[in-house]
């Protein structure tokens, strides 16, 4: 029988490949568990690292590469490489490279992208239950917040996104809400007729109808070039996310009115998540808790740093020292969806005790 050349090289090269891979341990061959050590074979974990990672997935951020939910989301990246022993990859694609939340979103349902981090405003548009985090003033501060968070029914809210083809792993810390706008904000007044951008859901929309504004919803990424061209007037979002978007300086005044905590959820599509064995997905869901310390200290920081410099940068801030007016105004959204969110909303109400 006749061989071509390129055939025979090509046959050689893969059967070489396949010693090599055998005399390394790799291939097919389980790098969990037990193996006889050849006298002077290097040790399993260091053989482990050699090979590479097995699994690399990819993580998707909005934010920018110093932004407090990016350096949590490397933290978890990090933390499940040394966990795994190097076996595991995720490479976190800051700055929207990946694309915007709504689409991210999308593709994380399908498998596409394996793990994400977004807003839960956001995923209200896809998981009903979420969209009780857009309700108006329903945590008193963080503090607050973050004791339902760690609660029961924080914690089965969380899991109620594998309905939606997603399993949440960790809560993140996002603030305050505030409105900003091109024209001053002194009084919840002067939001009477402005074109506000939100996050697209239904509980935002009755928001804005509740405050005499409009609610005009699309993507993060689209607002500073809508704010800079006025096709909306105003926006509304925390300190960090006003000033790493540069929205400060389309819409220089800020009113401190604190109408919204949305936290954020760091999560994995649910088709990667059923691939994985039990052990990795509890190394997984460990490393995704513990990167919460590392979010949250960042947030602090970045919080605090962001409100320094848009100051430095000559925004107008009103601050607003009475709630009750803002809080009277929309509190038929609340009792629209009371019923929808019972237990929730009792069990945020318990968390403030
Ligand atoms: C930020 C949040 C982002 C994105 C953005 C928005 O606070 O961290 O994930 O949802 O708000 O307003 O779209």
Not at 85 to 111: M, N, T
Not at 157 to 186: C, Q, T, V
Request: glycine share 6%; net charge positive; aromatic share 8%.
């Amino acid at each position: 029988m006749k061989m071509k050349k390129s055939y025979i090289t090509a046959l050689s090269t893969m059967l070489g490949a396949s010693l090599l891979l055998v005399a390394c341990g790799g291939g097919s061959t389980p790098t969990t568990g037990s193996s006889t050590k050849a006298p002077g074979a290097a040790s399993p974990a260091a053989a482990k690292k050699a090979e590479g990672p097995k699994l690399t997935f990819r993580l998707a951020e909005t934010h920018p590469a110093d932004y407090p939910t990016t350096l949590g989301d490397k933290k978890f990246a990090e933390l499940v490489n040394q966990a795994s022993d190097g076996r595991i990859k995720i490479d976190v694609f800051p700055a929207s490279q990946l694309g915007e939340e709504k689409a991210v979103i999308e593709q994380v349902q399908l498998g596409a992208i394996e793990f994400t981090r977004v807003s839960t405003g956001a995923l209200g548009g896809f998981n009903k239950q979420y969209e009780v985090f857009s309700l108006p003033y329903i945590f008193d501060n963080d503090n607050h917040q973050w004791k339902f968070l760690e609660s029961e029914q924080g914690t089965k809210l969380l899991d109620s996104l594998e309905s939606s083809r997603m399993k949440g792993l960790a809560y993140y810390s996002s603030g305050a809400r505030h409105f900003y706008s091109k024209k001053p904000i002194k009084s919840i007044a002067d939001l009477k007729g402005l074109k506000i951008r939100v996050i697209q859901n239904k509980v935002n929309i009755d928001l804005m109808n509740a405050l005499g504004a409009n609610a005009t919803p699309m993507p993060y990424g689209d607002v500073f070039n809508a704010l800079q061209t006025g096709v909306i007037d105003a926006a509304e979002n925390n300190y960090p996310s006003y000033f790493s978007s540069n929205h400060f300086q389309q819409a220089k005044n800020l009113i401190l009115d604190q109408h919204q905590r949305v936290p954020e959820v760091l999560l994995i599509s649910k088709v990667a998540w059923d691939k994985l064995s039990n052990d990795d997905k509890a190394l997984i869901k460990k490393a995704a808790l513990e990167s919460v310390k590392t979010q949250k200290a960042e947030w602090d920081k970045f919080e605090k740093d962001s409100e320094a410099k848009v100051k430095a940068a000559g925004v107008t801030i009103t601050d607003v020292s009475d709630l009750k007016p803002w809080q009277d105004a929309v509190k038929p959204v609340i009792e629209k969806y009371r019923a929808e969110y019972k237990e929730t909303l009792e069990a945020i109400e318990k968390a403030r005790k």
